[in-house]
């Protein structure tokens, strides 16, 4: 024992028997997960595959995994963060002013407050993962007297695309990763651009710089074709779940809650068989973005309408909007035990948006 806390150990084997993914690790200590990933226990996890390998796609210096998050401080340089119980113990939550989630004014990006990065001329594959606790983002790269810099979106947070997709705008929630090329070989050397957060009118409505530098040869390119993709179809009569993400009494305290319950590890909310794909409907009173473990999912629509374009591909987190109704595609395939999903905004996860899943 040391102090009042166990000491003990266990070993954890991760296969990463998957496909090549943008993924990243963080702290998901119960109730506390918000305070623990704000002082900074989150990083990349990058699972690389012979398919991707063998792409043309900008590599070495020219890939650059960007974690964004917001992060306010205090005086002395600390992170304020508004958490009830500041030794992080027994009391999870924020002050009220906070339920919504807790929002930072500097922007980091890899640890930096709007850092400005040199690049060559040419193309460069940019990882970007929203790792803020609640702040969404909508990245637009901006080049002064000239217009927007597009994104060509390649892999979503469960890989490659089947082809590329190009985007004037990424909007990303909390949790989300999009795995993108920007063309900075259309601008002259000296350019500066500008990645901005068109959510934020203040200081979070600024996030990166990019400054061109040199001209420089590149034989990278983005395929028409990138890798083969499975679409997700659920068959007739494939097991239909309805989870209703909203605010909610949690104990004595305000909280928030799925299907109006309150997270429970001893609880499960689906026993779900292994292989079978199933149809979850994801509803919401204001934002959440939802993020299942164990295995990516595909979104099929959202309300009555298709997808967006930024839906695509295989997702572990969709962002669902204020009072809208969101349709995927799961299926587990090869884990048998108990997971969770949760909403990805950090302080709702810690006020009980959390369930409990079986898969068997
Ligand atoms: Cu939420």
């Avoid at 993020?291 to 987190?317: C, M």
């Amino acid at each position: 024992m040391v102090g009042d806390a166990a000491a003990g150990e266990r070993e954890h084997r991760y296969p990463n028997d998957q496909r090549a993914a943008t993924l990243w690790y963080h702290d998901h200590r119960m109730d506390f997960t918000g305070p623990a990933v704000y002082r900074g226990l989150a990083g990349f996890h990058i699972v690389r595959d012979d398919v991707e390998d063998a792409l043309p796609l900008p590599r070495g210096e020219r890939e650059l995994p960007l974690m964004i998050c917001d992060r306010a401080f205090a005086a002395d340089g600390s992170f304020a963060y508004p958490g009830l119980d500041q030794g992080m113990r027994s009391l999870p939550g924020v002050e009220d002013d906070w339920m919504e989630g807790v929002l930072g004014d500097v922007v980091l990006v890899n640890g930096a407050p709007w850092p400005v990065h040199e690049v060559d001329a040419a193309c460069y594959r940019l990882r970007l993962l929203n790792a803020s606790n609640a702040r969404r983002y909508r990245l637009v790269l901006t080049v002064p007297g000239g217009p927007d810099v597009p994104f060509v979106q390649i892999g979503s947070d469960g890989g490659l695309l089947p082809a590329p997709v190009e985007h004037q705008a990424i909007e990303l929630a909390s949790g989300e990763r999009f795995d993108v090329v920007v063309d900075f070989s259309v601008l002259p050397v000296g350019t500066e651009v500008t990645m901005v957060n068109g959510l934020d009118g203040g200081t979070a409505g600024r996030v990166m710089r990019f400054r061109v530098v040199r001209t420089a040869r590149d034989d990278s390119r983005v395929p028409s074709r990138l890798a083969e993709f499975e679409p997700l179809v659920p068959p007739d009569g494939a097991p239909q779940r309805t989870f209703r993400f909203s605010r909610g009494p949690v104990g004595d305290h305000r909280g928030w809650t799925i299907n109006d319950t309150s997270f429970d590890p001893d609880t499960s909310l689906a026993d779900i068989r292994l292989g079978e794909t199933e149809v979850w409907r994801f509803v919401t009173d204001v934002h959440h973005p939802v993020h299942v473990h164990l295995d990516a999912f595909q979104v099929l629509r959202r309300g009555s309408g298709g997808l967006l374009d930024l839906d695509r591909g295989w997702k572990d987190t969709v962002d669902v909007r204020p009072a809208e109704i969101v349709d995927v595609a799961v299926r587990f395939s090869d884990h048998a035990g108990r997971f969770v999903f949760h909403c990805h905004n950090l302080e709702h996860e810690d006020m009980a948006m959390m369930a409990t899943i079986r898969t068997v």
